[in-house]
């Protein structure tokens, strides 16, 4: 069964860091694209990054370019999202999701970022 | 680069058949045949019902039907059932190497 577990997420002063993971099981991890994708609460969804199966490949949203670093770890089935100069606008549930075919995503359950003072 | 445009609501009666629009440009929709549709009830997470426009994940009921046309793409529900009633939301890549949604679409059955 492909399992896609985050964690990280939690409460964080504006400005300040935080470290996202992604945990995968279930498929060979090393071949797949993975993305990022967050939901503001009562809001819709935005794309904001995902990395190749090597980790060589790598694309941002606008709105987090210059701030997130994704990367993976293939020995640990793990991606990462590195998010600094947090602003309250990234507040979101955070979900990883495992590329299908050219673009469709299967989504993990995700984790709550709160950015509040 | 701004969102894809859908239609806020959509609605039909049990049975019927839907169409949620998608509407892109000529560097996203227009230019590429990966367009995705995901489906989302209420506190869940969104699950893909769609991806390569017209692709189906396995376990999707074969009433989820995507196609595109021009800039627009289109999922369409055939015989309506009560548990279609969610947020849709259609997603593309874009010819800036990144990917974009569009805002979403309640769709209510009646």
Known sequence: ???????????????????????ASGFTFSSHY??????APGKGLLWVSRVGPDGSDTAYADSVKGRFTISRDNAKNTVYLQMSSLRAEDSAVYYCGRQI??????LGQ????TVSS | ??????????????????????????????????????????????????????????????????SKSGNTASLTVSGLQAEDEADYYCSSYTDSNNFIFGGGTRLTVL
């Open chain 1, 1 to 23: 069964e492909v399992q896609l577990v985050e964690s990280g997420g939690g409460t964080v002063q504006p400005g300040g860091s935080l470290r996202l993971s992604c945990a």
């Open chain 1, 34 to 39: 993975i993305h990022w994708v967050r939901q």
């Open chain 1, 101 to 106: 075919g050219g673009a469709g995503l299967t």
């Open chain 1, 110 to 113: 995700g984790t709550l970022v």
């Open chain 2, 1 to 66: 680069q701004s969102a894809l445009t859908q239609p806020p609501s959509a609605s039909g009666s049990p049975g019927q058949s839907v169409t949620v629009s998608c509407t892109g440009t000529s560097s996203d929709v227009g230019r590429y045949k990966l367009v995705s549709w995901y489906q989302q009830h209420p506190g869940k997470v969104p699950k893909v019902m769609i991806y390569d426009v017209s692709e189906r994940p396995s376990g999707v009921p074969d009433r989820f039907s995507g």
